[in-house]
């Protein structure tokens, strides 16, 4: 496009706009932007050429937030228009660095002086999956966290955990106690009556070689439920 009065090539009108949403974050941070418009400033970077506002609003509308934008599915993010497979697999380099950056910031640290940390990180890596997964966190005689590994997949409702399968693997770590976590894609966190006796069935199994379970963890959408708090072991 030129500019009649200058017969010099126009400038798009969101150049200006990128100007001004970086100044903006400069001086306000991250709380000084809205979701779409912090998804704006990422892709700038992988869409150059393009309003990238409309994309950012419509990553938005159809998976609800910043961070479930970055943990969706890479098939799921290639179906917005105007995003095309680098900015589809940028976004996804995102989340992988968000979940290594709260990893390291627990990994071989005392958990349980760390606890919220430990919260953030299982949030960042299982909030929003939408099937079942469970993990178990081993840690070291000081309570540091020596690995996290996911030992169970499933479906949206159920992942199948073993609880000899969680002992073996406890004991070629070297671990002495365990965090134990899953998620429930439904969104409700409340534990479910297969929950309570899986946990009890790893705790005797642990009990028996002397490693201790601190705590299960049930990660939903919006909430984080804790079995020690609740008074179920």
Not at 126 to 144: S, Y
Not at 196 to 208: F, R, V
Request: charged share 25%; aromatic share 6%; hydrophobic share 40%.
């Amino acid at each position: 496009m030129t500019d009649p009065k200058t017969s010099t090539p126009k400038k798009p009108h969101y150049h200006g706009h990128r100007d001004r949403l970086r100044t903006r974050f400069l001086e306000g941070g991250n709380e000084a932007l809205a979701d779409y418009e912090l998804l704006e400033l990422y892709l700038f970077r992988s869409i150059l050429r393009r309003d990238v506002k409309p994309i950012a609003k419509d990553l938005i509308e159809k998976f609800g937030s910043f961070a479930e934008v970055i943990t969706a599915p890479l098939p799921l993010l290639s179906e917005i228009k105007g995003l095309n497979a680098k900015a589809a697999l940028d976004l996804k380099i995102l989340q992988a660095g968000a979940v290594k950056l709260g990893k390291q910031t627990i990994m071989h640290r005392p958990v349980l002086s760390s606890w919220s940390a430990l919260l953030d990180y299982c949030r960042s890596v299982m909030q929003f999956e939408n099937k079942e997964q469970f993990r178990v966190l081993f840690l070291d005689r000081k309570n540091r966290l020596i690995a996290d590994e996911i030992l169970g997949q499933g479906t949206i409702d159920r992942a199948p955990v073993y609880p000899r399968e969680v002992i073996k693997r406890a004991l070629e770590l070297g671990a002495a106690a365990l965090i134990l976590a899953h998620n429930h894609p439904s969104g409700d966190p409340t534990p479910s009556k297969s929950d309570i006796d899986m946990t009890n069935q790893i705790i005797i199994a642990a009990k028996a070689i002397n490693i201790s379970v601190h705590d299960h963890l049930i990660i939903g959408r919006n909430d984080t439920v804790s079995f020690k708090t609740l008074g179920l072991m």
